[in-house]
């Protein structure tokens, strides 16, 4: 793969042009990384409205009708539903841990099993989250993924 960088102060914004002979998973991959990297997403954190980078999230629960994000530092209420979150999500690299639990892949720094079928997953921080037995299929497959260089 050939990177070419072309800086012109003419230009009012970045953009990327991805020349490919196929558009195959890795170059998917790398529009994902794209996406993944301007994506925001506001909370409500002390009244405020804050505009997060989702490449900071640790992970989304949903808690008595009410979403929340984590950061390492901070805990923001988002007017987002959870399920709105996942699918804005999906394609980046987020996963359904549970009914009310998104996850950023990403961010996992170990898992082992549990009882009933589910997953411990700690993530960065020392956060310990349940990836239930329906869903945890999804985190082995995007592991093998991960382990077979597909990411």
Do not use: W
């Not at 970045?14 to 506001?42: F, H, N, S, W």
């Not at 959870?82 to 996850?103: C, G, H, N, Q």
């Amino acid at each position: 793969m050939k990177i070419k960088l072309n800086q012109d102060p003419a230009l009012t914004e970045t953009q990327v042009q991805i020349d490919c002979p196929v558009i195959d998973e890795a170059v998917l991959q790398i529009v994902t990384g794209l996406r993944l990297y301007q994506q925001k997403l506001t909370g409500i954190r002390d009244g405020e409205v804050h505009i997060v980078d989702v490449r900071d999230i640790l992970y989304i629960d949903s808690v008595d009708k009410k979403t929340f994000f984590y950061t390492e530092t901070a805990v923001y209420e988002s007017a987002l539903r959870l399920y709105e979150l996942a699918d804005r999500l999906e394609k980046l690299d987020f996963f359904r841990a549970s009914r009310s639990t998104i996850v950023n892949f990403a961010k996992i720094c170990a898992m082992r099993p549990d009882l009933g079928g589910r997953l411990l997953l700690t993530v960065e921080g020392g956060e310990k989250l349940y990836a239930s037995r329906q869903y945890a299929g999804a985190f082995r497959q995007k592991l093998a993924a991960l382990e077979r260089g597909d990411r």
